[in-house]
């Protein structure tokens, strides 16, 4: 009885300490979303706006891109762990 007491006492006590989280509106993840892949896309043999270390497509292998910003070159690399992302060229 008395074990049943305290853990329903520390579970009520927790709860009153956890902090609340807002849920973010989905509306607005979808908006991010879209905007950061609008620019990604292939023009020709490269591709344009890739995100340096961002795991990249099968059709960008061995390829290159730039950035958007700063226009550096970066080429969809296979790392030792067989992942292909954008590796600074």
Do not use: D, I
């Not at 995100?51 to 950035?67: F, S």
């Amino acid at each position: 009885m008395l074990r049943r007491l305290l853990v329903s006492t520390l579970l009520a006590g927790s709860a009153l300490v956890a902090p609340a989280v807002a849920p973010v509106p989905a509306s607005a993840a979808v908006r991010v979303n879209a905007a950061a892949t609008s620019c990604y896309r292939q023009v020709g043999t490269h591709w344009a706006c890739v995100t340096p270390g961002a795991y990249c497509p099968k059709a960008a292998r061995n390829k290159y891109g730039y950035t958007q910003g700063t226009n550096r070159r970066y080429k969809c690399s296979e790392y030792s762990n067989h992942q292909w992302r954008w590796k600074r060229a």
